[in-house]
């Protein structure tokens, strides 16, 4: 073949082409597959959701086990009983507000708006549960999850996801033995919304202490537990105002 | 003699020992460190690896011939990550939940050198065939320290492998745990990936006296 690849008019045209083809095809993909990968995003939010009320499918002390993709939007429906969203002092019903992003609302909170924060209310075996999802930093990206508590404050399960925290530490946060130990932790603390801290040498391993607002820290994720424990101190005191409504009643 | 001739077959087996891209060539030393806490997830790297690295060097060795030489690291960075982008997003529309567990590997599997390494010192020079073969030997070579690695981290870091206790309950304190045995917790930092990656390279090279460099 007789191309001159050292050209520089060549070197410019194979970048255009190159790039040109390369943007269509992601592009294309990306369009493509959106629908379905939305749908995908939303069905594992109520899996997320009815996963930290206590509506999944684990077994034992193993894994973290969703409620099947099949039977979710179903469960979603019979366990929570009610949705909404606090504007402010106002208080709207919405069905989808487990949509809402988060991000945005915090974005939005940035600019002066005011945010939009969503509220689950399930019910299972006759016992409210409020839950609240959560948005942090861990220590490479963003950490999110829900917390579910009743109306004493009292943890009745947790959710954590991350984007991209480090594989065998950081992103141990999702696995079931450090999610279950929230599980009974008050996130009140003599009246004062304080969260539950992901603390070091707390010396209560197997988490028998149930009113320290602590839970035992994972080794080799300093930050990423750091983020844990900012992340839920700052949803509880946005959503103090809601819950001591709930405590009082 | 088999499908393979013997110097395609030296492409696949020559970089699991004598030519390792981790121990002997030194490449993909960060993600060694980085993911190799648990053998779960050096297995996930592992077969990753090889999956972007054999696409990848086929494409590159099919383009090898218009790549001008003067942007070909940003054509090759493209390539990859394209590809990864690519199954990224068809795993997160077609199995998601598998999507869920690649996902932080996505970035790690862009920027991992050895693929760098082998499209710009193979794939360039070689036609598509033996560019593959070049590549899933090489990751191979990789994946096989990574789950070595992830192996010893896991098992005295954490006393288990693949989450399975397979040392006994520390805090319950059976199996060995019951007479004093205490897990090293410092297995589970970064600076024991290297660690264990140079005991490796030292049996290694006690074993192959010509692997020594002379000075």
Known sequence: ?249 | MGILSKKDAALILDPLADNNPITIQVLGICSALAITAELEASIVMAVSVLFVMGMGNVVISLMRNIIPSKIRIIVQLVVVATLVIVVDQVLKAFAYELSKTLSVFVGLIITNCIIMGRFEAFALANGPKRSFLDGIGNAAGYGFILVVIGFFRELLGSGTLLGIKVLGDPIEKTGLYAIGYENNGFMLLSPMALIVVGLIIWVQRSRNPALIEEN
């Open chain 1, 1 to 249: 073949m007789a191309i001159n690849t050292e050209k520089n008019t060549y070197t410019i045209a194979f970048a255009a082409v190159m790039v040109v083809i390369v943007g269509a095809l992601l592009a294309f993909m990306a369009s493509a597959l959106s629908a379905k990968i939305s749908e995908n995003e939303r069905l594992e939010k109520q899996q997320n959701i009815l996963y930290a009320m206590g509506v999944n499918e684990n077994e034992g002390a193993g894994s973290v086990s969703f409620i099947g993709t099949d039977k979710v939007a179903e469960a979603f429906n019979t366990y929570i009983k009610e949705q909404i969203i606090l504007e402010g002092d106002k208080i709207t019903k919405d069905p989808n507000a487990y949509l809402i992003d988060l991000k945005k609302e915090e974005t939005n909170a940035k600019a002066g708006k005011t945010r939009k924060l969503p509220v689950f209310i399930g019910e299972k075996d006759n016992k409210e549960f409020y839950i609240i999802p959560m948005r942090g930093k861990g220590l490479w990206d963003a950490i999110w999850g829900f917390v579910a508590v009743d109306k004493n404050m009292i943890v009745q399960g947790v959710y954590f996801d991350h984007k991209g925290e480090t594989p065998g530490l950081g992103a141990n946060i999702k696995q079931r033995y450090f999610m279950d130990d929230f599980i009974g932790e008050s996130i009140l603390n003599n009246d004062n919304y304080v969260g539950i801290t992901v603390a070091k040498g707390n010396n209560d391993p197997t988490n028998e202490i149930k009113d320290d607002n602590e839970v035992d820290a994972l080794a080799g994720a300093t930050i990423t537990g750091d983020g844990v424990s900012a992340m839920i101190k700052q949803s509880v005191a946005l959503y103090k105002p809601f819950l001591q409504t709930i405590a009082s009643n």
